[in-house]
T-cell receptor
């Protein structure tokens, strides 16, 4: 399968709460990226973390990477209703050439 | 940031007809473009990788005679779904890289194909 796994598949939280999504992948990587997709729309790039990095921050986003466990997490702090979307992790599969997407987590933030 | 466009954004066609989807990089030269398909509530599945001036490389299980890809210039790649069937109904997304060692990949807004 092309895809790694993400959990949870779906997450429903209240506005103001934190949302944590996890991603596992299968091969060695050079980098891992997180994307957001609103329903029926294209992808928005959120953050890239390189294989030699363990944590990265961007605004309300915090991404961690554990290459020994082949896993990553995306934390969205102080969530907002506008954060409602699907979130995908994606890796380069080690080759750096093509991007392989995880199954995604559908986040629903209730106002 | 770099912009990738897709045309059309939505298309409805009848079974047996062919549909062409265009992917354009508007402000950069894309040496490589990728085509993905996405079924409802699922992830993006890579269909093929397209390099300008050469034949596309298809992922396992993707029929190259059904999904024709042409990357005729550094700013345009096209995906033609030939003899479309209802099961081809999906969301098709392209992305583009500017080449070199850049990891940056820019995604188009997607094309919703419905085959009736």
């Amino acid at each position: 399968s092309q895809q790694g796994e993400e959990d949870p598949q779906a997450l429903s939280i209240q506005e103001g709460e934190n949302a944590t999504m996890n991603c596992s992948y299968k091969t060695s990587i050079n980098n891992l990226q997180w994307y957001r997709q609103n329903s029926g729309r294209g992808l928005v790039h959120l953050i890239l973390i390189r294989s030699n990095e363990r944590e990265k921050h961007s605004g309300r986003l915090r991404v961690t990477l554990d290459t020994s466990k082949k896993s990553s997490s995306l934390l969205i702090t102080a969530s907002r209703a506008a954060d409602t979307a699907s979130y995908f992790c994606a890796t380069d599969g080690g080759g750096g050439f093509k991007t392989i997407f995880g199954a995604g987590t559908r986040l629903f933030v209730k106002a | 940031g770099a912009v990738v466009s897709q045309h059309p954004s939505r298309v409805i066609c009848k079974s047996g007809t062919s549909v062409k989807i265009e992917c354009r990089s508007l402000d950069f030269q894309a040496t490589t473009m990728f085509w993905y398909r996405q079924f409802p509530k699922q992830s993006l599945m890579l269909m093929a990788t397209s390099n300008e001036g050469s034949k596309a490389t298809y992922e396992q299980g993707v029929e190259k005679d059904k999904f024709l890809i042409n990357h005729a210039s550094l700013t345009l790649s096209t995906l033609t779904v030939t003899s479309a069937h209802p099961e081809d109904s999906s969301f098709y997304i392209c992305s583009a890289k500017s080449g070199g060692s850049s990891y940056e990949q820019y995604f188009g807004p997607g094309t919703r194909l419905t085959v009736t």
